[in-house]
């Protein structure tokens, strides 16, 4: 099992410039999870999935999309990026039981010029 | 609205030594609580959790958390630090979504 992976690891835009963040699991979980992480803030929910097809806002939902593709797969799409996005993006997934969010990719450090 | 405080960016303790990370947390529901452990360039794995069952919880690496209701506090301790323990912890509290604290950098000094 590779657990949660996520592409790319790093990445440097410019302002105004889109892309898509990806994000898979392998470990047949029902919800998955997107976050940032700022220093001094901990980490803010993006946006989740409950299952496949379905997507919710979290708490800091502005300037993303999101694509729950298959239950494997959950994109986070910057549409123009701004330089507030500037952070370090994590994946997580969990099973539909319990409600702890065990499983978290390795992040995506995004800079936005 | 439930929230988690940390108190504390910074701990610095000696090898050896106790290890104590604070955490408030203020929900209007009984809460579910959680103690997270990242290093560096990695992603957050779960310490431990409490759930409403016993209110003092052990976790991975000798960590343990205790749930006290009358100080809303879910503080994490460890006996004796080790230098693999350097890292940052997070609490978070999950009712119908997770709420994480701001984190607390743990350095452990020889």
């Known amino acids: 099992n590779a657990g949660v992976t996520q592409t790319p690891k790093f990445q440097v835009l410019k302002t105004g410039q889109s892309m898509t963040l990806q994000c898979a699991q392998d470990?047949?979980?029902?919800?998955m999870y997107w976050y940032r992480q700022d220093p001094g803030m901990g980490l803010r929910l993006i946006y989740y999935?409950?299952?496949?097809?379905?997507?919710d806002k979290g708490e800091v939902p502005n300037g993303y999309n999101v694509s729950r593709l298959n239950k494997r797969e959950f994109s986070l799409r910057l549409e123009s990026a701004a330089p507030s996005q500037t952070s370090v993006y994590f994946c997580?997934?969990?099973?539909?039981?319990?409600?702890?969010?065990?499983?978290f990719g390795p992040g995506t450090r995004l800079t936005v010029l | 609205a439930q929230s988690v405080t940390q108190l504390g960016s910074h701990v610095s303790v000696s090898e050896g030594a106790l290890v104590l990370l604070r955490c408030n947390y203020s929900?209007?529901?009984?809460?579910?609580l959680f103690w997270y452990v990242q290093y560096p360039n990695q992603g957050l794995q779960l310490l431990l959790k409490?759930?409403?069952?016993?209110?003092l919880v052990k976790g991975i690496n000798d960590f343990e958390a205790e749930f006290k209701k009358s100080e809303t506090s879910f503080h994490l301790t460890k006996p004796s630090a080790h230098m693999s323990d350097a890292a940052e912890y997070f609490c978070?509290?999950?009712?119908?979504?997770?709420?994480f604290g701001a984190g607390t950098r743990l350095t452990v000094k020889p």
């Open positions: 409490y759930t409403s069952a016993a209110t």
């Open positions: 999935s409950a299952s496949e097809g379905t997507t």
């Open positions: 470990m047949n979980h029902n919800s």
């Open positions: 997580a997934s969990r099973t539909g039981g319990g409600l702890d969010v065990k499983f």
């Open positions: 978070a509290v999950n009712n119908n979504d997770m709420r």
């Open positions: 929900s209007s529901v009984p809460p579910y």
